[in-house]
């Protein structure tokens, strides 16, 4: 089993920033992949960001293309979303989720282990 905790969410006023850390631990796979998703209220829960834990290849949803970067901290088994210029629009909860097989999916399906969320709420 993998164990995911997310960290970093809160309260920011829109054009504001945020950083979102998610730290795993338990069984690790020789590849895979860690994503960052989002659930609206009412809303389905949506692709966000996905990185490799080997190589650099990155994916983002168009909508947080050039705000929000993903990055990774091997040696402590952390992911990190950085989220510049947040709006409205971006209130959430954020969920961080691993693909042991380590394709980089958009999709919900493609992920095996998630964490609890953590959230995010940006006011106008």
């Known amino acids: 089993q993998v164990q995911l905790v997310e960290s970093g969410g809160g309260l920011v006023q829109a054009g504001g920033s945020l950083r979102l850390s998610c730290a795993a631990s338990?069984?690790?796979?020789?590849?895979?992949?860690m994503g960052w998703f989002r659930q609206a209220p009412g809303k389905e829960r949506e692709f966000v960001a996905a990185?490799?834990?080997?190589?650099?290849?990155?994916l983002y949803a168009d909508s947080v293309k050039g705000r929000f970067t993903i990055s990774k901290d091997p040696a402590k088994n952390t992911v990190f979303l950085q989220m510049n210029t947040l709006k409205p629009e971006d209130t959430a909860v954020y969920f961080c989720?691993?693909?042991?097989?380590?394709?980089?999916?958009?999709?919900?399906?493609?992920?095996?282990?998630w964490g609890q969320g953590t959230q995010v709420t940006v006011s106008s």
């Open positions: 338990g069984r690790t796979f020789s590849t895979y992949t």
């Open positions: 989720a691993v693909d042991r097989w380590g394709s980089i999916s958009t999709r919900v399906v493609g992920y095996d282990y």
């Open positions: 990185i490799r834990w080997s190589g650099r290849s990155t």
